[in-house]
């Protein structure tokens, strides 16, 4: 096996007799199984492990977990790679393949780095000033900047994993697994509460994982994770998921999860798994224990490789045993970087120093690192770093007794791994994303949670809330878990709060925010703010001099805080430099409110399976079947596909709706018209809701009787139309538009139970109850005939806008007479098991008449030649009756229904709003184009006075000719007039017309 | 995403509920509306309160029993402060509170 040339010979969570292949910008490692990219690559000496956004100055590995800026991967190959993930999550698994971004042609040589000499050109604020102004210069270097900056590449193909959603409901939702969380886990989990425990990482235990020494009830800190997580796995009621992020907090408990179920496995092993799950989580409880993250120190050129948090280097060493050999100088403002000082010994690094701001750090921890023989430099600075592709060594320089410079005396120790810390910033990313504030404390210079917001029920402990004692981390958990349990009605035992023994005290931190040097900020090195964004304490300087001063202006300003990372590391120093520059307290810059994602979230996981055929359902008729088998084209309305012609073989679209055209006007058709929307209304005052719903009467409407009714908003603006039958004196059938058939629906409840509730009437959806075929044609009555005996079908018996109940081919329908060509026509409505049975009977008797079915476009050419509308082509919610001409449907002797009052509005009574009117081209073989702008005079190019548009267009065959339908302003006034519809090069004339174009006189209707 | 307690079926997540607009606007009688100038109509018609605070509502649970009711909401914190039956009086609640 090759080398691992940084690997300690044993210890940590890693397993040795694993070992796993990968490759990086094509280079072959190996690494354990336990390991993350990043302890694999550190393991192998790799620290050069990118290049940054801006400069493209060379990057290594900052952090250990979420909050990594530098290390961003593209992973994977082809149709499953995936940019700017971080190394230090994720985990290794054989044969991954990981490339670094942003750089070329490679990461020692990358010719952006020209970018970092180029420097003083592009400051911040750069695009504002240079780019936007003058508008030539920006398209002159669009080009380049796009090339130059930009993370990964995201993949050209079809994602061809799969990926789930799933909605769960718990008592506890515990987010972080580390201390606090696993005690309260313990202790909820005791009492028989629902808890979910999600943690980002591969395994439970957070901070303990990295423990080298760390003892909770007399076990080591490991082995005390591993008891918990056995009696965790034991309680039914507690479920448990590791590789899962909590990345929203959304209102009302309602928290979303991101499960990554078999990325570690790589891009092959499961395929009978999804790759990544979606959790939608509403909790009585949140309990927030994510931990908090350590801010970096803010020193010149503090962004070398080699240049890492503290807290990390002892991760890598504890938990991966992967810095065997470095040699390390720490700086420090706190107690906390000696425990990395202690650990790194003992796991294999030399630690030269530790360079520690404060003057006279006496702390347990500090006294300890002098026993074990570590050099311990108070009061001095690192004040540079050497090295370019890697660190070589620093300079450490005293400080002056205000700390804010130094002297001259100079000390030079090589080293290749500068750590440093800056203090701890909790992790209030989910408290802030629900809208609740954050607050300085000053005892720890850090943001920690505020209240939470009325409506939340949630709780931040730990780390998360700036409690970072081990032993009061486990002591808050248990509590939480105890006291949420028993809040929600859990009597049971929460057993004993976890203990530490000997752990010791930490003395306060000092505030440094920019570490000096000596040299001015901003001159000689740089000191790298935002590493991912490439912001220095430079441009935090250069936007306080400009004027951008708030949180909000020096984010946008200088973009700090606006990367991938979201400024997890940046931002508090950020704000306590602008704090500084200002001379103000650090709170009165402002605080950045976090938003979803906490990290990156794939789009995979919001789609689901909610792909293809499973993005939205397909409603289909009872005749589905038939229309297939016969040939018949689909469209697709709304969610129903119905047929939208029939073509017999040779023949275009055009010749086949031609042909069902002339045959509903010579023959007999049938038409598949299930999908009209039907709601079955009863009640005593159903007719006086009706009254208040159509614009017509219907209280005189005799029992066995239809009527066409318009619909108006409160606006007076048209909103659907149908047929409505009475079926008896308070049974009504009403018909709506096949699109608006839910909106219909709606529209009745609503009045029904907002403004008239004590109005007995009932509303019931039976769209689906009812198969409807019509029967368009002067031979419908004859077809008819032949397969009812109890239906008389004669115009005395059985008159236009009627309907009868009996028997057509043996089994029960209701027919209507009705028609929606104008010509003699019968709507058979049956069950829907019958429906087939009936279509069948109807071709099989109509052969003889050449029964012709027709689709949805020669309906629509039908009802144009007699200019029938329909409503949402030639309405669009802004259209009166009067607008259409439809006067006549204005019940004069009501004096209320919906939408009555607005028509009297001036603006509504107005005479020349836009009119339905016909157009008739000059040409008669010029169909013009839906949704065509008409003008009244031409001009040699837009824009023009356009005066209305098409809305209905088409070739009638029964005309001979084009026939369309428009809304022109002032159209019935302009009858006879020409008008003109400029497009695609070429104006064509028209002639204004009434609305009609066939059978003008309606004589059709009774065949 | 709210959890919105349907005074008829409980608590739901509010993917199963439909928003109306602002409760307790009446409709005119058409005794009163023939009176209206079209400002006022305009008034009826159109304008919608939408402060910052609580605010009385209808939703209606259009994926589940299909009932309007009225809900208060504080439109910061989105606390949802009380469900109440369709036709019943907003119940006091302080509307200054932040
Ligand atoms: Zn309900």
């Given at each position: 096996m090759t080398a691992q040339k940084n690997r300690l010979g044993q210890g940590g969570r890693i397993d040795r007799t694993k070992p796993l292949r990968f490759t990086f910008d094509g280079k072959i490692y190996y690494g354990y199984q336990g390991d993350t990219l990043a302890s694999a690559l550190l393991a192998n000496g790799v620290t050069l492990v990118g290049r940054s956004f801006k400069y493209h100055r060379p990057r290594g590995i900052l952090s250990a977990g979420a909050e990594e800026p530098n290390a961003l991967i593209q992973l994977g190959l082809g149709d499953r790679t995936e940019p700017n993930l971080r190394a230090t999550q994720i985990e290794l698994y054989d044969g991954l393949v990981a490339e670094s971004q942003n750089r070329w042609p490679s990461l020692t040589t990358d010719f952006g780095a020209a970018n970092s000499v180029i420097q003083k050109f592009i400051p911040s604020g750069f695009y504002y000033k240079t780019f936007m102004w003058p508008a030539k210069a920006w398209m002159f270097y669009e080009k380049f900047i796009r090339q130059a900056a930009g993370l990964g590449k995201g993949p050209t193909e079809q994602d061809p994993d799969r990926y789930d959603k799933l909605y769960a409901s718990c008592d506890l939702l515990i987010i972080g697994a580390g201390p606090s969380g696993l005690a309260t886990a313990l202790a909820a989990g005791r009492t028989g509460a629902r808890v979910i425990l999600v943690d980002e990482q591969q395994e439970l235990g957070g901070s303990l994982l990295s423990e080298r020494t760390a003892e909770i009830d007399g076990k080591a800190a490991a082995d005390w994770v591993a008891a918990a997580v056995a009696e965790l796995t034991a309680m039914p009621d507690v479920t448990l998921l590791s590789r899962t992020v909590a990345w929203a907090y959304y209102d009302h408990n309602s928290v979303s999860l991101m499960e990554r179920v078999t990325d570690h496995l790589g891009p092959v092993a499961g395929a009978n798994q999804p790759r990544q799950r979606l959790w939608r989580v509403r909790a009585k409880e949140v309990i927030l224990a994510t931990g908090a993250i350590?801010?970096?120190?803010?020193?010149?050129?503090?962004?070398?490789?080699?240049?890492?948090?503290?807290?990390?280097?002892?991760?890598?060493?504890?938990?991966?045993?992967?810095?065997?050999?470095?040699?390390?100088?720490?700086?420090?403002?706190?107690?906390?970087?000696?425990?990395?000082?202690?650990?790194?010994?003992?796991?294999?690094?030399?630690?030269?120093?530790?360079?520690?701001?404060?003057?006279?750090?006496?702390?347990?921890?500090?006294?300890?690192?002098?026993?074990?023989?570590?050099?311990?430099?108070?009061?001095?600075?690192?004040?540079?770093?050497?090295?370019?592709?890697?660190?070589?060594?620093?300079?450490?320089?005293?400080?002056?007794?205000?700390?804010?410079?130094?002297?001259?005396?100079?000390?030079?120790?090589?080293?290749?791994?500068?750590?440093?810390?800056?203090?701890?910033?909790?992790?209030?990313?989910?408290?802030s994303q629900t809208r609740a504030k954050v607050v300085w404390s000053d005892d720890i210079q850090a943001f920690v949670p505020g209240d939470k917001?009325?409506?939340?029920?949630?709780?931040?402990?730990?780390?998360?809330?700036?409690?970072?004692?081990?032993?009061?981390?486990?002591?808050?958990?248990?509590?939480?878990?105890?006291?949420?349990?028993?809040?929600?009605?859990?009597?049971?035992?929460?057993?004993?709060?976890?203990?530490?023994?000997?752990?010791?005290?930490?003395?306060?931190?000092?505030?440094?925010?920019?570490?000096?040097?000596?040299?001015?900020?901003?001159?000689?090195?740089?000191?790298?703010?935002?590493?991912?964004?490439?912001?220095?304490?430079?441009?935090?300087?250069?936007?306080?001099?400009?004027?951008?001063?708030?949180?909000e202006h020096l984010k946008r300003y200088t973009t700090m805080g606006m990367a991938t990372d979201q400024g997890k590391t940046s931002n508090v120093n950020a704000l306590a430099i602008m704090a500084g520059l200002r001379n103000v307290e650090i709170p009165s810059v402002g605080t950045t409110t976090f938003r979803p994602p906490y990290t990156p979230v794939t789009l995979g996981t919001f789609s689901g399976i909610d792909k293809g055929d499973f993005l939205d359902p397909i409603r289909k008729t009872a005749m589905h079947q038939w229309h297939e088998q016969h040939g018949a084209v689909f469209e697709c309305v709304g969610q129903w596909h119905r047929p939208y012609y029939y073509p017999k073989p040779g023949e275009s679209m055009h010749d086949a709706v031609n042909r069902e055209v002339k045959a509903a006007r010579t023959g007999v058709t049938i038409v598949d018209a299930t999908t009209l929307g039907k709601i079955d209304i009863q009640g005593p005052d159903a007719a006086w809701f009706?009254?208040?719903?159509?614009?017509?009467?219907?209280?005189?409407?005799?029992?066995?009787?239809?009527?066409?009714?318009?619909?108006?908003?409160?606006?007076?603006?048209?909103?659907?139309?149908?047929?409505?039958?009475?079926?008896?004196?308070?049974?009504?059938?009403?018909?709506?538009?096949?699109?608006?058939?839910?909106?219909?629906?709606?529209?009745?409840?609503?009045?029904?139970?907002?403004?008239?509730?004590?109005?007995?009437?009932?509303?019931?959806?039976?769209?689906?109850?009812?198969?409807?075929?019509?029967?368009?044609?002067?031979?419908?009555?004859?077809?008819?005939?032949?397969?009812?005996?109890?239906?008389?079908?004669?115009?005395?018996?059985?008159?236009?806008?009627?309907?009868?109940?009996?028997?057509?081919?043996?089994?029960?329908?209701?027919?209507?007479?009705?028609?929606?060509?104008?010509?003699?026509?019968?709507?058979?409505?049956?069950?829907?098991?019958?429906?087939?049975?009936?279509?069948?009977?109807?071709?099989?008797?109509?052969?003889?008449?050449?029964?012709?079915?027709?689709?949805?476009?020669?309906?629509?050419?039908?009802?144009?030649?007699?200019?029938?509308?329909?409503?949402?082509?030639?309405?669009?919610g802004t259209i009166t009756p009067y607008d259409l001409g439809m006067g006549w449907i204005m019940a004069k002797s009501k004096t209320d229904f919906l939408g009555r009052r607005s028509l009297t509005r001036e603006d509504t009574k107005r005479p020349d709003r836009k009119h339905l009117v016909g157009l008739l081209t000059d040409n008669p073989n010029e169909v013009l184009l839906e949704g065509g702008q008409i003008v009244a005079h031409v001009k040699d190019k837009p824009p023009m006075d356009m005066i209305g548009h098409v809305t209905s267009s088409y070739y009638s065959p029964n005309c001979n000719r084009s026939i369309a339908l428009a809304l022109v302003k002032n159209g019935r006034n302009r009858m006879g007039e020409t008008v003109y519809l400029p497009y695609e090069g070429k104006v064509i004339p028209a002639r204004i017309t009434e609305p009609k174009f066939f059978d003008l006189e309606g004589k059709r209707i009774n065949g | 995403m709210f959890l919105i307690t349907c005074p008829y079926c409980g608590a739901r997540d509010e993917h199963e509920f439909g928003y109306g607009h602002e409760a307790h606007i009446v409709r005119p009688t058409p005794a009163e509306y023939e009176q209206m100038s079209d400002a006022e109509w305009a008034q009826y018609l159109f304008m919608r309160k939408n402060p910052k605070g609580v605010h009385f509502e209808r939703w209606v649970h259009t994926k589940g029993c299909r009932r309007w009711f009225n809900v208060a909401r504080h439109t910061v914190t989105h606390e949802i402060l009380a469900v109440y039956e369709m036709g019943k009086p907003a119940p006091q609640i302080d509307t200054e509170k932040k």
């Open positions: 350590e801010r970096p120190l803010v020193y010149s050129d503090n962004d070398r490789p080699g240049c890492m948090l503290a807290s990390a280097a002892r991760t890598y060493a504890n938990r991966y045993g992967s810095m065997r050999g470095q040699r390390a100088v720490i700086m420090t403002n706190n107690d906390g970087a000696y425990r990395t000082a202690l650990d790194l010994t003992d796991a294999g690094v030399t630690v030269f120093a530790v360079v520690d701001l404060r003057s006279n750090p006496q702390g347990e921890l500090v006294k300890a690192a002098r026993a074990k023989g570590i050099e311990i430099i108070a009061g001095h600075a690192i004040t540079g770093v050497k090295g370019k592709l890697a660190v070589t060594g620093v300079d450490v320089m005293p400080l002056t007794a205000d700390g804010k410079g130094v002297t001259s005396a100079s000390r030079h120790i090589h080293c290749d791994l500068v750590l440093s810390s800056g203090g701890w910033q909790p992790t209030v990313h989910l408290h917001l009325p409506g939340q029920n949630n709780r931040s402990i730990g780390g998360a809330h700036g409690v970072f004692r081990l032993a009061d981390c486990l002591a808050e958990g248990h509590a939480a878990g105890s006291e949420g349990a028993a809040k929600l009605g859990f009597g049971g035992q929460s057993g004993q709060a976890p203990t530490v023994s000997d752990e010791p005290a930490e003395e306060a931190l000092l505030p440094v925010w920019i570490v000096p040097s000596d040299k001015p900020v901003g001159q000689g090195g740089k000191h790298f703010v935002d590493y991912q964004n490439d912001v220095t304490a430079a441009d935090v300087m250069l936007a306080h001099r400009e004027g951008y001063r708030s949180v009706l009254n208040m719903v159509y614009t017509n009467a219907w209280t005189k409407l005799e029992p066995g009787r239809c009527r066409y009714g318009l619909m108006l908003g409160e606006d007076g603006m048209v909103f659907d139309d149908g047929v409505t039958s009475r079926i008896s004196e308070n049974h009504f059938h009403m018909t709506t538009t096949t699109g608006g058939a839910p909106r219909v629906m709606s529209w009745l409840e609503e009045w029904h139970q907002c403004e008239w509730p004590d109005k007995k009437v009932y509303f019931t959806s039976v769209t689906e109850q009812w198969s409807v075929m019509a029967l368009n044609g002067p031979l419908s009555r004859k077809l008819l005939e032949e397969l009812t005996t109890d239906i008389p079908l004669d115009d005395d018996s059985f008159p236009f806008m009627s309907f009868k109940d009996g028997h057509l081919a043996g089994v029960p329908v209701r027919i209507f007479r009705i028609s929606f060509t104008g010509e003699l026509a019968f709507e058979v409505n049956c069950k829907p098991s019958h429906a087939l049975h009936i279509w069948r009977a109807l071709m099989q008797a109509g052969e003889k008449y050449d029964i012709t079915p027709y689709g949805t476009e020669a309906m629509h050419v039908l009802r144009a030649e007699k200019g029938f509308i329909i409503v949402g082509q030639e309405t669009d | -």
